[in-house]
């Protein structure tokens, strides 16, 4: 998906994530960095509106990564694994809330 995503990018493609200028300021010639840039930008876009989680995100996982050493697949495995976390947390509370709201009085509410 990587070498599809990142080949697609490299021509004149036009799409909302897709700022080429925003890109070409980070000046970062990693094999699969313009894929990373736009799985970046998706992510924050996601994350408008929770800037607690956004701040991990910048972070835990992009962390500098378009000027460190760090090669697409140590991006890939912390954004999976911060992805799942957030996943599983919303999942948890979820399901919290269905126990608490399967304890209260049905108060009219349809069975």
């Not at 996601?46 to 996982?61: E, F, I, S, T």
């Not at 090669?71 to 269905?98: D, H, K």
């Amino acid at each position: 998906m990587l070498v599809l995503l990142d080949s697609i990018l490299q021509t004149n493609t036009a799409h909302a994530l897709w700022k080429r200028a925003e890109f070409e300021k980070l000046a970062c010639n990693k094999k699969y960095a313009a894929a990373i840039f736009v799985t970046d930008v998706m992510v924050r876009c996601r994350l408008k509106g929770h800037a607690d989680r956004d701040k991990m995100w910048k972070q835990n996982v992009v962390n500098h990564w378009f000027k460190n050493g760090e090669n697409a697949l140590v991006f890939l495995v912390s954004a999976n694994r911060f992805l799942r976390s957030i996943f599983w947390t919303a999942f948890a509370l979820e399901m919290t809330l269905s126990r608490f709201r399967a304890t209260l009085p049905s108060c009219g509410r349809p069975n």
